[in-house]
């Protein structure tokens, strides 16, 4: 049985589960439940590999112990080993000896974990579908880890779990213009279920890791934080399917509710990707961790200000930002000021609204910016929704392909020979300053649109409001109907 058919046999027999109420609480539950068995697979091998490996997990909480036998428990007594043994077991697992850090990537899991299901029976058919599964076949564990993005990939309909997600064209191309390499300190301080770390270890592999040596390096320098529970989780599952062997560098916490000024040089870094919240605001208090004239509740405001501190002299970064942050004014505009002076913002990709519906529809750009030197020009470059297709959406996502021409244009590593294009512009650090730091400058190549006659569109307004309010007259009296009888 395929890594998909195995999933979806799984999502089917928890659909038949009364306890287990939509896409969001499926995949949690999917979540820890994999977890334990990708981290049981993963303590067998360390075993073999390494003498006197012992795993953190209590020898009668691993999956080996009660969930391996097909035969195995099963019913009610099963599930009360789950929600009396083992959750409160592992949600107070010792911390502490040679496995320290393992110990405490799985009781941080389990601090959020929850066991939805509720029928005993169902859950042994699902664990015995799990157990089809060899994580430490490293074909089949890529092959599972491809369908597992896939789900990712349909979080959208997982509720606001959305938020999290960010299209994987974007983050692999955004990964491909920064080209980490093993040995450079990575930091993705709002990492979502772990879109950019997963990139990024595929394009260091794929391009850089030769060796067990950068194996390790490129394992060592990865660095994370996700406040939210659900994403925490996924990207900690991520990580086991990416062959991390140690996910403890991602950590639940929220990045913004450490003071600005306790970021030390030692903890400076080579590389940000990131995709921080927009559009939401801070809880009362976070702002105050900032200088005064970077305060503010605005989430995407505050982390470019972090972004711009944490980047270590000669260190880059990619980040996915809202137009507002390009445009607005008081504290954004400080912002930009402040970034413009201490990196050279290069390259800003203006994306189409469409890009990340359906769980939001503003203007989005992707920021390319160096530290250590000062702005002196920034290249805009338009990308638009292929020939034929109005807007991109669930069922014609934007796909990497798409941003080829962009790749195409870009001028390699060193950004040399760029030019003009009907999709490309150049502006000058005295025209944006003379534009009072608004960094939201149009395509000057574009046609101006042709919006019609003003006056017939009035005329179509108005014929267009009397066609509602008939049929609101019609609809109530309807209802005025229905309702007499």
């Not at 058919?5 to 896409?23: A, E, F, N, P």
Request: glycine fraction near 6%; aromatic fraction near 8%.
């Amino acid at each position: 049985m395929s890594a998909r058919t195995t999933v979806k046999s799984i999502q089917d027999l928890m659909r038949q589960d009364v306890g287990v109420d939509g896409d969001a609480q499926r995949l949690s539950q999917l979540c820890w439940m994999f977890f334990l068995k990708i981290i049981d697979d993963q303590d067998q091998q360390l075993e073999l590999m390494h003498e006197g490996f012992k795993s953190p997990i209590p020898s009668r909480l691993q999956w080996r112990s009660w969930a391996a036998n097909p035969e195995g428990e099963t019913g009610d007594s099963l599930m009360a080993f789950v929600n009396d043994g083992l959750f409160p077991a592992l949600k107070e697992l010792q911390t502490s000896g040679k496995q320290a850090s393992r110990a405490r990537v799985i009781r941080s899991l389990f601090e959020d974990a929850y066991n939805y299901m509720k029928s005993g029976h169902l859950m042994r058919q699902v664990i015995n579908k799990i157990n089809t599964v060899d994580f430490n076949d490293l074909a089949e564990r890529k092959h599972f880890g491809e369908v597992y993005e896939q789900l990712l990939n349909d979080l959208q309909n997982a509720g606001n779990a959305g938020e999290y997600y960010t299209p994987r064209a974007v983050t692999a191309f955004m990964v491909d213009r920064i080209d980490p390499r093993p040995g450079e300190k990575l930091f993705d301080p709002a990492c979502g279920t772990g879109g950019f770390l997963t990139c990024a270890i595929r394009h260091m592999r794929d391009h850089y890791v030769k060796s067990v040596t950068d194996e390790k390096a490129l394992q060592s320098c990865l660095r994370a934080v996700e406040k939210k529970p659900l994403p925490h989780m996924l990207c900690v599952t991520n990580m086991l399917l990416h062959g991390v062997e140690d996910p403890g560098f991602v950590r639940r916490d929220n990045t913004l509710a450490r003071p600005y000024i306790s970021w030390e040089q030692k903890e400076r870094v080579d590389i940000i990707l990131a995709n921080p919240p927009f559009g939401g605001r801070e809880e009362d208090g976070i702002e105050s961790n900032f200088p005064a004239h970077f305060r503010t509740k605005e989430t995407a405001d505050l982390f470019l200000a972090l972004f711009i501190r944490l980047l270590k002299p000669g260190g880059r970064a990619a980040v996915v930002l809202p137009d507002g942050s390009l445009f607005g004014e008081g504290v954004k505009t400080r912002l930009k000021e402040h970034l413009l002076e201490e990196c050279n913002l290069h390259t800003v990709v203006r994306l189409p609204n469409s890009v990340f519906k359906p769980y939001a529809t503003i203007g989005t750009n992707l920021m390319f910016f160096d530290k250590g030197a000062p702005t002196r020009d920034i290249w805009y470059y338009e990308h638009r929704v292929p020939d034929g297709q109005k807007a991109y959406s669930m069922t014609r996502p934007i796909r990497i392909d798409h941003l080829q021409d962009c790749v195409d244009w870009w001028g390699g590593a060193s950004r040399e020979g760029r030019v003009e294009t009907p999709q490309a512009w150049k502006v000058s650090i005295e025209e944006v300053k003379a534009r009072g730091y608004n960094l939201d400058v149009k395509n000057p190549h574009a046609e101006a649109r042709d919006h019609g006659d003003p006056q017939a569109l009035l005329a179509e307004l108005v014929a267009t409001e009397n066609e509602t309010a008939r049929l609101r007259d019609q609809l109530k009296a309807v209802l005025v109907e229905a309702l007499a009888r």
